[in-house]
């Protein structure tokens, strides 16, 4: 089983929401997260009163992460001598794709016609600000690979 969410799960106090307040979370009472909430998720623009609500019900629905993986070609992690920096490339609703890095210091993004497009752009603009960075075995997915069974 993969899980996105250990890496980036952010534990907030529960909020417990009426539809009107988010159009976005209204498919989370008939058992799904809507497109909407999960483009708002990978771009991380949900509001903060639903993003408990949106991970909890990630780690609990398979459905719903494949959904997320499916709208996330691109996410990964480069761990660099000044800590991690992260790209995602991201399906949006609209046809296009948001390509996005960021770091401590660093929140860049941009909108491309293709996720090809937009991971292209990651990996060139990687390149250039960290020349000197070759990947390790840390860098890759930032999925959480769970131990088999015994």
Not at 83 to 96: H, I, M, Q
Request: charged letters at 20%.
């Amino acid at each position: 089983m993969v899980i996105k969410l250990a890496l980036t799960y952010r534990p907030r106090p529960a909020v417990l929401l009426r539809s009107s307040e988010w159009p976005a979370a209204q498919n989370i009472a008939q058992g799904h997260l809507s497109d909407r909430a999960l483009e708002e998720y990978s771009l991380d623009s949900l509001p903060e009163s639903s993003l408990c609500a949106v991970e909890e019900h990630l780690l609990v629905c398979g459905q719903c992460r494949g959904r997320l993986e499916g709208i996330e070609p691109v996410n990964y992690i480069h761990f660099t001598k000044d800590g991690p920096v992260y790209a995602r490339a991201t399906r949006l609703t609209t046809g296009k794709a948001m390509a996005r890095q960021w770091d401590q210091d660093l929140h860049a993004g941009e909108s491309f016609g293709s996720v090809s497009a937009a991971g292209e752009y990651l990996a060139e603009s990687f390149s250039q600000m960290y020349p000197e960075h070759t990947c390790n075995r840390l860098c890759g997915s930032p999925q959480l690979r769970l131990p088999a069974p015994t």
